[in-house]
């Protein structure tokens, strides 16, 4: 229930877009995440190049690896 309050609360925040990722994205986090830390997943690989593409420069994550990758992590 909370998951689904928190998904609803983001879709409707008016500075959230959905994107879709494309092959670009997912070349570039192959190629990522055959150097990414082990506990970093093939899906993080892909948030970032995906944002990197996009020109996104902060992302909401608490991994510290986020920030190797250039990014601003949020909070």
């Known amino acids: ?38 506990h970093a997943s093939f899906v993080d690989c892909l948030n970032v190049t995906t944002a990197q593409r996009l020109k996104i420069q902060e992302i909401l994550a608490f991994d510290p690896w986020f920030k190797t990758t250039g990014l601003t992590t949020l909070p």
């Not at 609803?8 to 830390?37: C, G, I, S, W, Y």
């Open 1 to 38: 229930k909370e998951s689904i309050q928190a998904q609803e609360l983001l879709l409707n925040e008016p500075r959230m877009a959905v994107e879709t990722h494309e092959m670009q994205d997912f070349h570039k986090a192959t190629a990522l995440f055959k150097t990414a830390p082990r």
